[in-house]
Every structure is written in C-alpha cells, then in structure tokens.
C-alpha cells in the first residue's frame, strides 16, 4: 500500500520476518534516543512504521487508506507532542510497576523523571491504527528498554491521551482502543 504524506509517497510492504505491512521511517522528535537494547535498523530517528488492521481476526484487512493517511499526517505533524505522551505513559508504568506490583530494580529505580527516558529507551516500531475518537487517531509506540530487554515498553495513544501503557504488547490492543471508545 502507498500512502501519501504531504507529497512525499510512503511504500508499505508485507515483510515476511516481521508478518507485518512496514515502511522504514524517521520521526525527528525521537532523535537522541538509545537504549542498551536497540534493535538493528531502529536507532535514534528511525523507526518502523506498522499498518494495523480493524480487528483481532487471524487475517484481518487493513484498513482504509485515508485513515492511515490521516493518522500519518496527525503523527508527524505532532510527532513531539506524542513523544512526550509516550515519556509520561512510560513514567507512569515504572512508577506502578514499583508501587503497586513491588519491583525493586536498580535500573528502574534510576529513573525519576521523563528526562532520563532517552538514555534508557529507544523507539521501535509506531502502529497506525485505522481506529479514531473525536478525529484522534490511535497510535501504538513499541520501545526498547534498558530494564526489560525481553519485553521492552509500548505506550497506546489517542492522540495526546495515554490509553494503555506497559510491555510492549500494551501498543497493540485493539480490545483497549474498542473499550475505548475508538472506532473505524
């Protein structure tokens, strides 16, 4: 699928390894960002862009193009402003994962504030969703993480709003964006 974003044409492919449709891309905000757990090809700016379809089924369709535009342009347009709601969905899961399931990690314990996130966390993957509210697109932010190398960390948003955030499998939650309120 080719989607247009501000005249530049973006080409999503099925990549077999990651049995995904995925365009390659940089989000400036993200720049900076490192973690220990890196994955090849997404360092600092660079990331993968994940088409998302409607549902749960075992071969659900994608969505409609304009919403993957739509969505796109809404990303990159605030792409900072969605850096720095994934940092605070991100701070928040640390601070439960210390007070209310009792981790005691050195590395987590390190981290006080959104400011140390970048030394610790590094963008992988964005899902588009095809889902919205109120004209927000959903987004999902997978990243690696110095403290869960396994697991790593995902943020959902709707727009500015943190939906879900925790292990990297919180970014993929259609079940959260429907109980949500998001729909196609």
Known sequence: MDISLGGAMLSFR????????VCRFRLEAWEGFSSENTREGCDGANVILVLESESDEAHPELGSRERYESALLWLVEHQAAARDVVLRGILGHIVIMRTEYGIDDEELNEIESVEQL????????VRIFPHCKAGLPYLGFELECDWDPE???GVLVCGTDVVDAGASDSAQSIGAIEEHGGAV
């Open 151 to 153: 697991h790593g960390c």
């Open 14 to 21: 099925f990549d077999d390894d990651l049995n995904q449709t």
């Open 118 to 125: 970048p030394a610790k966390v590094d963008l992988s993957f």
